[in-house]
């Protein structure tokens, strides 16, 4: 029986799950040819029919693993980025990439989940196929398209020019660096983990490097 205030799921649903788990941290860990459907099975601890009867196969479950990174991007970024669809001022604009600078942090540093999205990512990314076009057209384009043109309306540089392309790259970046390398991070900064203080810490200095670049960009040319 599920608790109070739990989303019930049904067996079936909480096998499809388990199974998306499991191919989230394979995948990731060992990319889809090195990763098997009996490894997936045993790690979800379910029969290995139950890949072809949810997902059609070890191709369909990976192409869901894509899909359920980029449902969850979603989730986050679109409600963050609408706060400022329609901002009246630059000054709204400013203040709301400083905001989506801080959940991009919350989700990316302090989400222990996130560690099998960010391997799965990185492993795409290394070999492009289907997959990591769903996830570019899903949830990287769109949500780098939006921050450009928030960056345009806080300071008037055009959203699609090549500077802006990147330093949306870099902000992003600088922020994704403490997932990819978060076992060196632990090591140089002498911390046992980086939980909601030291990702409040990550997020002050993040939102600060922005504020200066806003405010370079808004200093007159010499």
């Known amino acids: 029986m599920s608790q109070p205030g ?3 799921q049904s067996p079936a649903e909480q096998t499809r ?19 098997s459907t009996r490894e997936i099975a045993a790690l979800a601890r379910a029969n290995i029919g139950s890949i072809a009867y949810h997902f059609g196969g070890k191709e369909g479950l990976h192409l869901a693993c894509a899909d359920f990174i980029v449902e969850t991007i979603q989730s986050i970024a679109r409600p963050a980025l609408a706060e400022v ?45 289907p997959a990591f076009e ?39 970046g600088q922020v994704v660096y403490f997932r990819i390398a978060r076992e060196a991070v632990l090591r140089r900064m002498e911390w046992t983990d980086i939980g909601l203080d030291e990702a409040r810490i990550i997020a002050d200095i993040a939102v600060g490097n922005l504020d200066a670049l806003l405010t370079q960009r808004k200093e007159p040319p010499r």
């Open 6 to 8: 739990q989303i019930y």
């Open 17 to 35: 799950a388990a199974l998306l788990r499991a191919g989230l941290r394979l995948f990731g860990r060992k990319g889809y040819e090195g990763t």
């Open 85 to 129: 669809a329609a901002v009246a001022t630059p000054e709204d604009a400013a203040a709301g990439l400083k905001r989506s600078v801080e959940r991009i942090v919350g989700f990316f540093v302090a989400s222990p989940e996130v560690g099998d999205f960010a391997q799965f990512i990185l492993r795409e990314l290394s070999v492009p196929g």
């Open 134 to 172: 769903r996830i570019y057209s899903g949830a990287i384009q769109p949500t780098h398209a939006r921050l450009c043109h928030i960056w345009e309306q806080a300071t008037g540089e055009p959203a699609e020019s090549e500077a802006t392309r990147i330093r949306m790259f870099m902000m992003i």
